[in-house]
């Protein structure tokens, strides 16, 4: 069964440094996503990708957030600058069309 | 932001127990309704996906939608050890700009024991 797949699966970075975060979305899917989860609490949506672009972002979704889309089988999300704050887990998920969204296991990210 | 709210539990029941799971919103704009599985430390699992009212049954899972009272449940018949994990609700309006986007209640840790 086709899954979505992200790497890696644990990151540890200094404050100030940048982290590129990858995902490789179900093949015939076409709609993309990234959300974070901090220990204890809520899934939150920070932004979703279609057709090329950013279709929506949340409020979290700052300028230090980017999205890529840098071939036909990987996306990606980067944060330049990372705060404390930004240790989460970070989720994946793809669609075929939006809402049924697939989520992939998830890169824990661990800013000290 | 309290647009989706869940009863963190936690539940514990035996093996064969019903276990009822529920959420309610505040977003009457909300027309697609999800249940996903959280096992510790992993990605949410879909387990089902209905539209607007009603109800949908998928083996021992079942989910019900009251848009009028905005609130939806899930229920596990025959429940097992198996089942033990973090159930998480999720929402969303499927149109305009927030199409796509995901409100996820706080989940709902359930045991259950053989």
């Known amino acids: 069964e086709p899954e979505v797949t992200q790497t890696p699966s644990h990151q540890v970075t200094q404050m100030g440094q940048e982290v590129i975060l990858r995902c490789v979305p179900i093949s015939n899917h076409l709609y993309f996503y990234w959300y974070r989860q901090i220990l204890g609490q809520k899934v939150e949506f920070l932004v979703s990708?279609?057709?090329?672009?950013?279709?929506?972002k949340s409020e979290i979704f700052d300028d230090q957030f980017s999205v890529e889309r840098p071939d036909g089988s990987n996306f990606t999300l980067k944060i330049r600058s990372t705060k404390l704050e930004d240790s989460a887990m970070y989720f994946c998920?793809?669609?075929?069309?939006?809402?049924?969204?697939?989520f992939g296991p998830g890169t824990r990210l661990t800013v000290t | 932001q309290k647009e989706v709210e869940q009863d963190p539990g936690p539940l514990s029941v035996p093996e064969g127990a019903i276990v009822s799971l529920n959420c309610t919103y505040s977003n009457s704009a909300f027309q697609y309704f999800m249940w996903y599985r959280q096992y510790s430390r992993k990605g949410p699992e879909l387990l089902m996906y209905t539209y607007s009212s009603g109800n949908k049954e998928d083996g021992r899972f079942t989910a019900q939608v009251d848009k009028s009272s905005k609130y939806i449940s899930l229920f596990i018949r025959d429940s097992q050890p198996s089942d033990s994990a973090t159930y998480l609700c999720?929402?969303?309006?499927?149109?305009?700009?927030?199409?796509?986007?995901?409100?996820f209640g706080r989940g709902t840790q359930l045991t259950v024991w053989p």
């Open positions: 990708f279609y057709n090329n672009e950013i279709s929506e």
């Open positions: 999720a929402m969303s309006a499927g149109r305009g700009s927030t199409l796509g986007r995901l409100y």
């Open positions: 998920a793809s669609s075929e069309w939006p809402n049924e969204q697939y």
